[in-house]
């Protein structure tokens, strides 16, 4: 499939038949030139297209089908989390050169129904990627409007209610984090019976507040990958995921609204599915499951991921509590 027959493909779509967030973006095409948004999401459509056949077509069916419902909020934080998907995998898909890697578009296994986004394979390893992001437009109201945020479960609730002093507060977002655990684990099980040596990581995408996500993962009195995690098993022991190698935590939504209205892109990407410079902000960052396989060097940098550091400032390290003046 070329851009002429993708373009096609979206002008008969339900993105011009019913109301829809992004009928505007994708209709500057029949003036001429496309939205920069709906430019991003063609060119990342075929750069996956040509490592998955058929992913550029299920894409945008998928992304047309979020339609029929005039303003409806929800759906637009659905259409963000789909952009976030396509900015993840045309990354993984355009760093590989022809004949490094093969890539398997929504992957099965006999042990299990459920599936990654895709699995790519390289000599040596063979490579789950499930991507997420969060319904997050009411945590922003939320946030916004409190002086008080709790980013971390790092105390009974006693003592949490009394730092608060009567005043509201915003909660820690760990349950949508632990969700996100729960699920990757599962599409990736099969995987990792099958083959021993399967690396499974999932990216989380978040906004420019990446002390929330990283602070549910790795707050030493709470986070879900430490031994002090907040989520038990019925025995009283730390949940683990052993079927996630990896979390790679990166700071894109902000970006992905900005270009829905229509606003300057921020951090110098040129585009708004752009992945960004290797080895400069905003820091993609990596945390190794302490349960799960070793991810090698050579996958890590496929993401850009990089371990937590001094450097990458202080809302890269997990936080208990947040008062805004």
């Known amino acids: ?51 998955m056949p058929g992913y550029a077509l299920q894409f945008i069916e998928r ?5 029929g419902r005039e303003k409806h909020m929800p759906d637009w934080e659905q259409l963000i989390q789909q952009l976030a998907e396509l900015h ?66 790092f105390a009974p609730k006693e003592i949490i209610e009394k730092l608060a002093d009567g005043q509201s507060s915003t909660l820690p977002r760990d349950n949508p984090i632990k969700d996100f655990l729960i699920s990757a684990n ?7 019976l099958e083959d021993p040596g399967f690396i499974g990581i999932l990216v989380i995408c978040w906004d420019d507040h990446i002390y929330e996500p990283i ?7 709470c986070g879900l990958l430490t031994e002090n995690s907040f989520f038990r098993d019925q025995d009283g022991r730390p949940h683990r995921f052993e079927n996630i190698s990896g979390v790679i935590v990166i700071r894109h939504l902000y970006q992905l609204v900005r270009a829905c209205r229509s606003e ?18 905003p820091w993609k960052a990596f945390f190794q499951n302490p349960h799960g396989r070793t991810v090698p060097r050579e996958i890590l ?3 850009d991921g990089r371990e937590i550091c001094d450097e990458m400032g202080a809302e890269y390290r997990p936080q208990e509590f947040v008062m805004w003046i």
């Open 215 to 221: 602070s549910s993962l790795i707050q030493s009195d």
């Open 63 to 67: 992304l047309a089908g979020v339609s």
């Open 186 to 192: 599962e599409k990736f099980s099969g995987f990792a």
């Open 264 to 281: 300057p892109l921020m951090d110098g990407i040129s585009h708004p599915l752009d992945y960004g410079k290797e080895g400069e902000f």
């Open 88 to 153: 993840v995998i045309s990354r993984v898909a355009s760093w590989y050169s022809e004949g490094q890697a093969t890539f398997d578009l929504e992957p099965t296994s006999q042990e299990s129904k459920k599936n990654p986004e895709i699995l790519f394979s390289t000599a040596t390893h063979n490579v789950g990627v499930e991507v997420k992001a969060p319904a997050i437009f009411k945590h922003w109201e939320s946030r916004s409007g409190n002086p008080i945020q709790f980013s971390s479960r």
């Open 301 to 303: 940098e496929c993401f």
């Open 1 to 51: 499939m070329d851009e002429k027959e993708l373009l096609r493909v979206i002008a008969s779509s339900k993105i011009f038949k019913s109301w829809h967030w992004f009928s505007y973006h994708f209709g500057t095409q029949f003036n001429g030139r496309l939205h920069p948004l709906a430019e991003s999401v063609v060119s990342a459509c075929l750069i996956c297209e040509a490592k």
